[in-house]
Every structure is written in C-alpha cells, then in structure tokens.
DNA sequence: CGACAGGTTGAGGTACCTCAACGTCGGTGG
DNA sequence: CCACCGACGTTGAGGTACCTCAACCTGTCG
C-alpha cells in the first residue's frame, strides 16, 4: 500500500518525472494540464510531487500557507469554511481533473479534506508562479478554471439563499449527474451515482441538517423519483422530475 | 446631463482617449489598470467606452452573449441571479474600483444592474482578449480579481447557509464598513457609511426578507450599536459589538 | 399636495431545525 | 464465521427562526 511517491517533501528531487509520469497521468488532459504541450508539461512535472491520502485527511487547512496547489487525480475531496462554534459550510466537492489551492491572499480562505482514498499531484506556488509567467496559456488557463468556478460559486450562493430544501437536494443530484456523465446508465435505465460524500457532507453544503438531507431523499424515493440501492450512491430514475423540482439548471 | 460619451459603440473612433483619459481616471490605480504602465494603459484606452447608467438600468443580462467587461468608475451596481418564479439572489454589490464581467462561458450566468447613478468604462471582449495574451501583467491582474471575487463568494456562501439573520446583518455592514474605509467618521466617533442599495437588494443579497433586515435593523439601533440617520445610510457606532454578532470577518 | 415606492412594525403561519429513538451496514475480534 | 460495535442514516414529535400577510409610517417627486 505504501508507494515511493507517498510523503515525499515539495523539494524536487530529480525523480518525480520517474515516479509520476504525466503521460500516463489519467487526468493529462483535464485540468491544468489540458493548456501544455508534451514540453511544457515536462517543466510541470518536474516541480510535481504525488501523494495519496485516506479518507478523513486534511489537505488544506484554512488560515495556513497558502503555498501549494494540487491537482486531483483519484478520488474526492470536499472543501469547507467553519464559523468558531463548529458550523461548517462546504463550498464544493472536487472531482478527478479539479484544481485545489487557488487563492487570492498568502493564506488558504478554506479548507480541504479527502473524502475518500484521494490521490493528489502537488505543486510548489513559487513553481508555479514562475512556471505561468513563462508559460501564458498556463496563466490563461488558471484563469478560465477560477472564472469557471466563481460561476459555480453564484449558482450555489442562489441554491443556498433562495431554494427550499427539495429543490436544493434536487439541483445537487442534477449536479452530480452532470458532472458524472451519461455514462453508467442502470438497469431499467436509471443513472447510476456514487455518492462519495456522508449525509452530513451533503447537508453543509446545501445549508441544510442531516435529518432534513435524509427526509427528501427518502421522499424522492417514495416518489419513485430516485433509488438508493446502497448508501453511497443513488439511482436517478426520472431526471425531467428532478429538473422540474429543482427550478433550473 | 446628456455627455458626448454617452452611447458611443463599442468601436474605436480615435476620439475616446480624449473623451475618456485614463490619466484623469478616479480608478486609475485600482481595478485592472494598476497593472498596466502609461503605455500600455494608452492601449486599454483605445478601445474603452465609458457610458453613463442611471438607477435600475440593466448593464448585463443574464444569458446574454458575454462580450463586454466594465471597470466601475463611479456609482454602484448589483449583480444578480433569478430563479424563474422571480425569487432573486444577489451575489454582490460593487464600489469603484470593481471589474464586472468576467465570465467563464460564452454567456453571461448573472444579470447586473445599476443601484445609482453609474458610470463604467467598458471594453470589447474580443479586444480585452487580445490585450491580455500581448500583456501578461494585464492576465495576471484578471486572474487575482478572479481569485478574489471567489473568496468572497465562498465567504458569502457560509453566511448564506450557517449564518443567521443577526450574524448576516452584521456580517454585511462590517464588510460595507470595512471596503469603505476607515475614514468618514460621524460626530461621536461612529463611522458613517453609505447604503446605496434598498432594504429589498440587501434582503435579496443575506438571503432573507426585507421585514427581518428592517427588524434587525431596527433592533441593532436600539441597542445603540448602530445609527439610522436616513434610509440610505448607517453610522456603526460600536464596530466591536457588531464583531462578536457576526461570527468572524 | 397627493401619490407612491420604500420602510417599519405587528400577528400569525410554516419550513426547517432540534432532540430523541430506532435502524442499518461495514468492520473487527473472539 | 458470526456477534458485536460504532458510525452513519432514517423516522418521528415538537420547537423556533424566519416568512407571510397586512397595516401603517415616511420621505420624495411630480
């Protein structure tokens, strides 16, 4: 289980491009590296490091350094504000191909924690500060991924001030269709939908409880409107009756 | 009240440099510019149009082709999402100094409008593009107000799903207080700030109505921790207690 | 001055939260 | 391999923060 790329310190060490291999990285043309060619992905890799982290763990803790960004390989990672008594906002769940760590100020505004088995690719700011100033498209392309998700950003704000709690549950699930694909379709033709996050994951990001989280759920199920064949995932049988419980998107 | 400015298309005519010199710009150090020389700041010159807004006139529609971006110069303006029942979420209100109009896609995902007399500075897209890949600076200033904006977004976010209405309240004015600066300090050492904007658009924006904004309000004052001198205007005479109302900011 | 949009205050309703009990599943160790 | 344990999830009953509806007040502008 332990991996020779696991903990390996920001430094490079020469070896990198050995033990991770963009190339073969299953995200080479999403994110980031999407804006390189085979070169300039080269520079990229020399400053990148991989790291695995287990379910629970903290990647970014909000008030630290802001001193590195990652790419999300594998898994899912969640990212969150918290207010002094413990309330908790999550402001999005980032899936393989997503960006970590754009920030505006020297330290992180947020937290980040994997959700489940997460494999990271971490860059050094300083990198790659140095790194878009050489590399324009790179620069231009961290730039369509921060206006992409300040778009994201101003449709959560609606969901979270402006939608009851059905149409919130519905909009996410939609979400999470979308971003998951058409693919993966069930056997009476339903969507099949992992569901990486707990229910309270689910409620702080929607602003909502638990309790509440579970209550449309297993009303969306009453209504033969979704299944839930296990706990962590979900069926989607009538996506037209979620899009028309959840006013857009 | 009628200025030669008014309404001119979005096409260079060589006369805008004169009507609309960026040396004299109120904003010049702010928004965009500060990243650009003299020079290269002639160039972003070239292609601007200023235009007067009066109150409520629409800048930008949502779904609309993007293909604008504005420097706010004077006034203010209110961005904006509407569900389709007409329940409306304002994502934020914007001083001089703002940029409006970064965008993700082809169309803009959020309306804006005008909150009082207003005057912008606007730029073709297809111009502001070509701009940015010849003047690296000018990208990276773009990025850094993306980056920005979505801090704030993801710091609206944890009002708008964990506050409640007298920590939103709060939050709200010590964040107006605190862009408008610590001048302008009323008679008894209270802090005089401006509300442009109508109970509606700040009900709109904390995600209440405006009965509970006006009740609390009303209850800050009789508590004597704020002053209502008019309806368009506060005095924060204790920002200390409005602090530990507000949970953090 | 009259009218109207914006703002405040009150009384009652409700969507969601809180608290509590119970169910369910996956892991762990006997 | 099964029994137990604990975290996660569901369901119910009651409470409450905020919303809705309505009346009234206030300033502004023709």
């Known amino acids: ?26 995200v080479r043309e999403q994110a980031l590296c999407a804006a390189l060619n085979d070169k300039e992905i080269g520079r990229l890799n020399e400053i990148s490091v991989t790291r695995r982290y287990s379910a629970g763990e903290t990647v970014i803790n909000e008030g630290s350094a802001a001193n590195s960004g990652y790419n999300l390989i594998s898994g899912h990672v969640k990212l969150y504000k918290l207010l002094s008594d413990g309330r908790r906002q999550i402001t999005g769940f980032l899936v393989p191909g997503d960006f970590i760590g754009i920030s505006a100020s020297e330290l992180y505004s947020y937290s980040a924690e994997a959700i489940d088995e997460t494999v990271l690719c971490g860059f050094p700011r300083t990198g790659l500060d140095s790194l878009m100033q050489q590399i324009p498209g790179l620069l231009h392309r961290m730039l369509s991924i921060a206006s992409d998700e300040l778009m994201q950003a101003q449709e959560h704000a609606l969901l979270l001030g402006r939608k009851t709690a059905a149409e919130r549950v519905s909009t996410f699930l939609l979400s999470l269709a979308r971003r998951h694909g058409d693919n993966a379709r069930g056997g009476n033709g339903g969507l099949q939908i992992p569901l990486p996050m707990t229910r309270s994951d689910i409620a702080d990001y929607l602003g909502l409880t638990t309790e509440t989280v579970s209550r449309v759920l297993s009303e969306l199920k009453r209504a033969s409107i979704i299944r839930l064949p296990t706990r962590s995932s979900v069926e989607i049988v009538s996506a037209e009756a979620l899009e028309s419980r959840s006013d857009q998107l």
């Open 1 to 26: 289980m332990q991996r020779a790329t696991m903990n390996r310190p920001p430094v490079s060490e020469g070896q990198n491009a050995r033990n991770a291999p963009c190339a073969a990285c299953p």
